[in-house]
């Protein structure tokens, strides 16, 4: 989530994959991200394919456009941490 609350680059992009496997089976082999993402994903109606494409293409649009991705406190703390160890 972004600090508004609203979903960050990465979750519009799980979110959507997951959305995407309810149309082509075997998409998503695997999903081990938080079980409420894919809980909610799986009782939400069916999205129709051209609302996709129009989140895909909102997505990308976003990516271009330079959306900070947004992290959680754990891992902005890695990403802070990183190369600050002992040598």
């Given at each position: 989530?972004?600090e508004r609350g609203d979903?960050?680059?990465?979750?519009?992009?799980?979110?959507?994959?997951?959305?995407?496997?309810?149309?082509?089976?075997?998409?998503?082999?695997?999903?081990?991200?938080?079980?409420?993402?894919?809980?909610?994903?799986?009782?939400?109606?069916?999205?129709?394919?051209?609302?996709?494409?129009?989140?895909?293409?909102?997505?990308?649009g976003d990516i271009d456009?330079?959306?900070?991705?947004?992290?959680?406190?754990?891992?902005?703390?890695?990403?802070?941490?990183?190369?600050?160890?002992?040598?």
């Open positions: 989530m972004t979903p960050g680059l990465v979750d519009r992009y799980v979110t959507l994959g997951l959305r995407l496997g309810r149309h082509i089976d075997g998409l998503v082999d695997a999903y081990y991200g938080p079980p409420g993402r894919a809980d909610a994903v799986a009782v939400e109606p069916v999205h129709p394919p051209d609302q996709l494409v129009a989140e895909a293409r909102k997505l990308l456009a330079g959306e900070r991705l947004s992290m959680d406190p754990m891992e902005q703390l890695r990403h802070d941490g990183v190369g600050c160890g002992p040598r």
